[in-house]
């Protein structure tokens, strides 16, 4: 059974640095695009990065692309993709979620969410 599943979540002063990881099972993350979106209390779900199963590309929304917070990887090995997100800031506090797309398909598998939480 396809599986995503995030960790790496908590609580982290302002300025602070988290990593959070999205492994899969039950297949292959390879040729997936790979996507980290997050929901903050109160507020629609965002897509804010994510990295291409193809050539690994990535693109990264205008509400993470201020001075490389954020950074996305991949580690086929581990089947593994990580948000390494630096200089964290109250409002990116959220619940963020990763979600596996093939080519041309719409994102399909989630993960169950991990809380960040920044205190100011």
């Known amino acids: 059974q396809a599986q995503l599943v995030e960790s790496g979540g908590g609580l982290v002063q302002s300025g602070g640095s988290l990593r959070l990881s999205c492994s899969g099972s039950g297949f292959s993350l390879d040729y997936y695009e790979i996507g980290w979106f997050r929901q903050a209390p109160g507020k629609e779900r965002e897509g804010i990065i994510c990295?291409?199963?193809?050539?690994?590309?990535?693109?990264?929304a205008d509400s993470v692309k201020d001075r490389d917070r954020f950074t996305i990887s991949r580690d086929n090995a581990k089947n593994t993709v990580y948000l390494q997100m630096n200089s964290l800031k109250p409002e990116d506090t959220a619940v963020y979620y990763c979600a596996s797309r093939g080519p041309g398909g719409d994102y399909k598998y989630w993960g169950q969410g991990t809380q960040v939480t920044v205190s100011s």
């Open positions: 990295i291409s199963g193809s050539d690994g590309g990535t693109y990264y």
